[in-house]
Structures are given as C-alpha cells and as structure tokens.
C-alpha cells in the first residue's frame, strides 16, 4: 500500500526556467495538499485540491505557479520562470477526504528545487 | 499573518527526561490540532491530534494537552528517547472552512544520550 509519492526527489533547474513536480496521492484519497519549507523556515501552505478542482489557493504566488489535479494522473505544482527565492524543499500531502473531524494528512518526501 | 506559532526553535534534554514542545495559535476557529515529526530528508510523519471538545490525548510516551482559553498546546514526550531528536511542527484546522491545514514554524529536539 504504496504512500504518497513524489518525484523528483531532487530537481535543478536554472533561472528562467520551469519547474514540475509530480505528487500521486495515497491509494483512496481524493484530497491534495501543497507546502513549501525553506530553509530554516516552516511548512508553509500553498494549495488544496480535489480532482479536477482548487479548493483553496490562498497561500500560492498569483504569478508563475500554478497547481492541477486532473481526474488522472498525479497533482502537478509548476512554477514558470523560476528565480532563487524559489529553492525550497515542497511537499505534498494528501487525505481521504471525508471531512472526517479526525482527518490527517499524510506526505511525501518532498521535491528538493535548487535554482541555479 | 502567522497563526500557528512554535517560539521556541530548539530543545535539547537529557535521554529519559521529559520533553515539552509548546504551540501556540491566534484563530479561535481553529477546532482540530496535530503534531508531526520530521526527519531530514523525509516528509513529516503524523504523531497525535487533539480534537478542541478534549483537552487532553495520550498515546505512549506522547501526549498532547491542549488549553482553549489560552489558545495553547503542547507535546510532552515521557521518557525522551535518543529516536525523539527531529523537528515537531503543530498543525491547525478548523473543520468547518476549507479544511486547510495550518502549520507552525517547528521546534527542533535533540535527546541527548
């Protein structure tokens, strides 16, 4: 029973470039969750989804990022034009979601973006 | 706006002492609260929650106290075990918004042997 899934687990990218990373949930859940830790610093939210929806962006930069969940494949975060204050660790996380009172997210291990 | 607070950034304790990581929040909202541990290099893994209508939950050497008035909470760990040494990270929601998950900014342990 596979668990969250991220890829790449390191990606490199240099300035003015795109950066993609991949999260596939765990089996049955529906439930999409984006955060970014930089250095030193905290998990901070970015995006929720569900399939085919955003369900609250209010932690993502209005320009060069943008997050899907397509009714197949994998949640996508992209990140256009990347600058160095981008370099950050980001994780995904995902749940049932049932809204359950008790409901936790469960994460990856994170895609490591250095900018060059 | 940081509504999910962690001030102390390190801990350090002798092995089988406690240890007490504390959280504070600002949102009165905030119904459902979840501590996770963090490893370098790995995703934070899922420790405790407390549910808002509890104000206190144990499992193991893990409890978690939460005090309402105060808008507080805090893991305590007993005996602190060298396998403890990670960063903590308190999460909030409220179950009635969007479900989104606010998390603090981590305390890092380290149990010294």
């Known amino acids: 029973n596979a668990g969250v899934m991220q890829n790449p687990r390191h990606l490199v990218r240099r300035r003015g470039q795109e950066a993609r990373l991949r999260c596939s949930p765990m089996k049955g859940h529906s439930h999409v969750y984006w955060y970014r830790q930089l250095p030193e610093e905290g998990l901070k939210f970015m995006v929720y989804l569900q399939k085919e929806n955003i369900i609250d962006e209010s932690g993502m930069p209005k320009e060069r990022f943008s997050a899907e969940f397509p009714k197949e494949g994998p949640s996508i975060l992209r990140i256009q034009q990347v600058v160095r204050g981008d370099s950050a660790a980001y994780f995904c996380?995902?749940?049932?979601?049932?809204?359950?009172?008790?409901?936790?997210?469960?994460f990856g291990s994170g895609t490591q973006l250095s900018v060059l | 706006d940081q509504q999910v607070k962690q001030n102390s950034p390190s801990l350090s304790v002798q092995e089988g002492r406690i240890s007490i990581l504390n959280c504070d929040y600002t949102?009165?909202?905030?119904?459902?609260f979840l501590w996770y541990k963090k490893y370098p290099a790995e995703g934070p893994t899922f420790l405790i929650s407390?549910?808002?209508?509890?104000d206190k939950n144990e499992d193991g050497r893990f409890t978690v106290f939460l005090n309402k008035s105060a808008k507080h909470l805090s893991l305590h760990i007993v005996p602190s075990q060298p396998g403890d040494s990670a960063v903590y990270f308190c999460?909030?929601?409220?179950?009635?918004?969007?479900?989104?998950?606010?998390f603090g900014t981590g305390t890092r342990l380290k149990v010294l042997a």
């Open positions: 999460a909030a929601t409220y179950t009635s918004g969007t479900y989104k998950y606010i």
């Open positions: 996380a995902s749940s049932p979601g049932h809204r359950a009172t008790n409901e936790k997210l469960f």
């Open positions: 949102n009165s909202m905030f119904d459902y």
């Open positions: 407390i549910s808002s209508i509890k």
